[in-house]
């Protein structure tokens, strides 16, 4: 702790701009576009409701780091396609039918069928996007020596159903690592940057992992991850959300490595 607190305050740049260079900001919930409605089982107005659930609002403003730093965004909402679940019974979520390819809603309904040729589809769109992260990771790795990937999330302070952590007094910020790919010092910078701003931090709880192409998974020191999770509460109010404060939380954001 005293080691990377002295980096942090004394001013030894651990992030400097070479760092920056590894970065990728993979957001892959941002997005409430589906390519075809007419799939599902549930009408328009419960649709847009699952959306509006299921999206991580204000991923795509927070975590916009400028052209200088790669983006990864996935195009459509996860409610069509999770890119963030590992493949049918590898993915503990996929009991509820909360796999990469959702036929449950939250609260257990019927979403859709499981359709062979849909499903094929929707693992295409799955499979491209991972080939397009992989990419860019092993990019990174041969122009930079490492690749360091930002998974960014935003979170309900209410548990969805079938949260497997159904605590109440959810913090500000989850921090989401990997015994093999998030080094201490990058949690602790994080962790101890977001704390020193007065904002409560968990560390995998209530969501935790973080995102690694699976060809560089346990076998690539050089990959890091770790992904941040902000909590809506800190600029939804009412059910609106403040745009103000959606632009604040991106400067803070950015200046963990500026």
């Excluded at 927070?62 to 590992?86: A, M, W």
């Excluded at 992904?227 to 009412?238: A, D, G, S, W």
Aim: with cysteine; proline share 4%; glycine share 4%.
């Amino acid at each position: 702790m005293s080691d990377i607190k002295n980096n942090t305050i004394l001013g030894n740049d651990l992030f400097n701009d070479e760092f920056k260079e590894t970065l990728i900001m993979h957001i892959p919930h941002a997005s409430v576009s589906i390519p075809d409605r007419s799939e599902f089982l549930i009408n328009d107005d419960e649709i847009n409701k699952e959306i509006l659930k299921l999206t991580d609002i204000g991923t795509d403003v927070i975590f916009d780091f400028g052209s200088d730093v790669t983006h990864h965004k996935f195009k459509y909402n996860r409610i069509y396609c999770d890119v963030e679940r590992l493949p049918d019974e590898q993915e503990e979520m996929f009991q509820f039918g909360r796999g990469f390819y959702y036929t449950k809603t939250d609260d257990g309904r019927d979403l859709r069928n499981e359709e062979p040729f849909i499903k094929d589809d929707v693992e295409h769109l799955y499979g491209e996007h991972h080939d397009v992260l992989e990419n860019i990771v092993f990019d990174k790795i041969y122009k930079r020596g490492s690749a360091t990937i930002i998974d960014c999330h935003s979170f309900s302070d209410t548990p969805f159903e079938t949260d497997l952590i159904q605590e109440p007094n959810r913090p500000d910020i989850c921090l989401g690592t990997d015994d093999f790919h998030t080094p201490k010092w990058l949690c602790d910078q994080v962790r101890i940057y977001f704390e020193n701003l007065g904002y409560t931090v968990k560390i995998n709880n209530p969501y935790g992992g973080t995102i690694v192409p699976l060809k560089c998974y346990k076998k690539d020191k050089n990959v890091h991850s770790i992904m941040i999770e902000v909590n809506r509460k800190l600029f939804i109010e009412n059910d609106n959300v403040d745009y103000k404060k959606l632009l604040e939380l991106n400067k803070i954001m950015k200046k963990i490595f500026d």
